[in-house]
């Protein structure tokens, strides 16, 4: 079976300042790890994935993560944050062959002060 | 590139109507997802299908069905609509061979009054 955690539905961050966004999985097998953003009243749309190639993943927009397999994370980050990363932000683990079918996290909105 | 298509982009339904909603993948994708999402709340997975064929089922109640033609096009239908089916419907595609993450289109609203 997989789940994924985001561990904070909530962070806000000042513009220019770090993003950290967390998010802990478990499967039975090797996973395949996604992060997708959401503006308000959007679609999904894929920023990074991982399917055990390199570990440190990068994705579009400045913004990447990295796969630990001994603390079972996943977590976004981005060195300096823009007013437009305000969004919705979710962790989505698949697990093939098991199951092809994507559990997402909870979500964690990222709010931006100026 | 080509993206997922998703039509109409709103709708307005009163209670106890019915939708149909319509989702074109993207070229060469073999698996259709569709996901409802509430105010608020993350994507909760419908059903899928793969080359066409029913694959997987989620939480997608009894009112509703839908299928996979043969231009790997895909019908969400919906019947006896109740307020509580207001939400955005996303669908999704992906290809196993390619690899398995999604891509989603931009969603249908519906609304039910």
């Known amino acids: 079976a997989q789940s994924v955690t985001q561990l904070d539905s909530h962070v806000s961050v000042s513009e220019g300042t770090p993003v950290l966004l967390r998010c802990n999985y478990s499967s039975s097998y090797s996973p395949s790890l996604f992060w997708y953003v959401q503006h308000p009243n959007k679609g999904l749309q894929l920023l990074l994935k991982y399917t055990s190639a390199a570990t440190l993943v990068k994705g579009i927009n400045g913004f990447e993560a990295e796969f630990k397999k001994s603390e079972t994370s996943f977590h976004l980050t981005k060195p300096s944050a823009h007013m437009s990363d305000a969004a919705e932000y979710f962790c989505v683990v698949s697990d093939p062959p098991g199951s092809y079918i994507p559990t997402f996290g909870r979500g964690t909105s990222l709010i931006v002060h100026p | 590139a080509a993206g997922v298509i998703q039509s109409p982009r709103h709708l307005i339904k009163e209670k106890r109507e019915t939708a149909t909603l319509k989702c074109y993948p993207i070229?060469?994708?073999?698996?259709v997802y569709w996901y409802q999402q509430g105010p608020g709340q993350d994507p909760q997975f419908l059903i899928s299908?793969?080359?066409?064929?029913?694959?997987d089922k989620g939480s997608i109640p009894d009112r509703f069905s839908a299928q996979q033609f043969s231009d790997y096009h895909s019908e969400l239908n919906m019947s006896s609509l109740e307020l509580g089916d207001s939400a955005l419907y996303f669908c999704?595609?992906?290809?196993?061979?390619?690899?398995?993450?999604?891509?989603f289109g931009p969603g249908t609203r519906l609304t039910v009054t």
């Open positions: 070229p060469r994708h073999d698996t």
């Open positions: 999704a595609s992906s290809s196993r061979i390619l690899g398995d993450e999604q891509y």
């Open positions: 299908f793969y080359e066409k064929m029913q694959s």
